[in-house]
């Protein structure tokens, strides 16, 4: 999938999550700032959005629940670049 192709397969699927808070907090990490990400950075992003449902996001977004060890570097370039 070409780079293009991945941001706007993000954006469409980080847009049409289904609450009011995972839109809030998918529109400050994920479309706010995705032209920050490299090619590989959304493709684990896409990969997160594959594996998880948008409450288990949330719940890593929010550190309700321990991020999966396979994407703690993604999260932490997710929450650092605020």
């Known amino acids: 999938m070409s780079f293009n192709s991945l941001k706007k397969t993000i954006k ?3 847009s049409y999550s289904g609450t009011k808070e995972t839109d809030i907090l998918y529109k400050r990490y994920f479309i706010n700032q995705l ?5 590989k950075d959304l493709e684990q992003i896409k990969l997160l959005f594959n594996q998880f449902s948008d409450n288990e996001i949330y719940d890593f977004l929010t550190s309700k ?5 396979g994407f703690k570097e993604i999260f932490k370039k997710i929450l650092n670049d605020k």
């Open 12 to 14: 469409y699927r980080v």
């Open 35 to 39: 032209d920050k990400f490299s090619e």
């Open 65 to 69: 629940v321990t991020i999966p060890l």
